[in-house]
């Protein structure tokens, strides 16, 4: 088997995913943008071959370094880089080399619009809040008329946070157009919820093989406004309720051989219309691996290896990894460089010791959402979880 993967060096965890692959017997065949001397050792020792490009934003590029791969290896069988910006990129190559193993350029839409996921979402039975496309003032003032401030607005195709506003009131609404990038818009209703994913690697046959429930904040985009720190944590267990959404929705678009990060709230408050409160509203499917080290916390958290049980699921299309026998929480809490904390690093290692499974700091582009250094750690219950961010998180 053949297996493209682009740029296996970033996030710099994800060379895990080509290590697995290589010991299942698979030619993993790199690009990326950083020059092969700059590659950490785990990422060339987990390729069979990497081609260098100075941007993978150049489509020609990337291309040709697929059609050498091709010449020299003989077909592609696969084209994966797991990452939500490269997402639209790996269905152009899907398409122009005839690759059947993943989404092609026609179907990638309705994973990236943030207006065509409603409809799927409908077809899921989900719950979601009511959205209009932005495109003039008139029709946004009628939208909100109806639905009432605050209404969140955001970019119709977009990576987590970036260029999302809330509006609270109309000088808002003359702020986001004297700002507003010249993008495709959607405004939704606000929600009051705390923000639960459904994460799973779905088998060639459209069911999951894995399956996870990860915590998160309510807000990514006040976390990167008003810099706070971000703290969340993979769940020892999953509510059944929200199993059930996420089996729906990978149904309704009709996912296989893919790893999912699907959005819900979990209403805090009731909203009429959506649900009372713990009931659970969509809010976007990304088809993708949860960013950050999430996956190695689902590692932490569940006792197994998910990089392994997706590779399997490539050369196998089954899952060989057994269940856990103990499940725990893994819990992220990161720092910023720029405040001062009640409990100094050395005290968050005195205090948490053997339970710290990962700590270091962060690169550059990921500081805005994560912090400039994290500490991450492996507890038995939910009160120790709570415990843990408050006594890494409290400032001076």
Known sequence: MNFVFISPQFPHT???????LRRNGVNVLGIGDTPYDALDWQVRSSLTEYYYVDTLEDYDKVFRAVALFSFKYGKIDWIESNNEYWLEQDARLRTDFNI?????????????????????????????????KVTTRKPLDQFIKKVGFPVIVKPEVGVGAAETWKLTNAADVDRFFENKP????????????????Y???????????????TCWPPSIMDIVVEQLDLAYYVSADMPEALRQLGRATVKAFG???RFVHLEFFCLTEAKPGLGEVGDFVGLEVNMRPAGGYTPDMMDFAHSLDVYQIWADMVTTGT?????????????????????????????VYEKYGSRIVMAERL???MVPQMGN?????????????EEFIAFVEERA
Request: glycine share 6%; aromatic share 14%; with cysteine.
């Open 14 to 20: 994800y060379w895990n995913f080509c290590d697995r």
């Open 100 to 132: 059947t193993s993943g989404a092609k350029l026609d179907e990638v839409e309705r994973y990236k619009s943030k207006a065509e996921m409603k409809k799927y979402y409908k077809k899921a039975g989900v719950p979601t809040a009511r959205q209009c």
């Open 182 to 197: 010249d993008v495709p818009y959607v405004c939704e209703e606000f929600i009051t919820g705390d923000i639960r994913s």
């Open 199 to 213: 994460d799973a690697v779905i088998g060639p046959d459209g069911e999951p093989l894995f399956e996870s429930q």
């Open 255 to 257: 996912v296989k051989n």
């Open 319 to 347: 899952r060989i990894w057994p269940e856990p026998e103990q499940e725990y929480y893994c819990a992220y809490a990161g720092r910023r460089d720029q405040f001062e904390y009640v409990h100094t690093d050395e005290e």
């Open 363 to 365: 690169p550059d582009m």
């Open 373 to 385: 250094r994290m500490f991450t750690v492996k507890l038995d219950s939910l009160k120790d979880t």
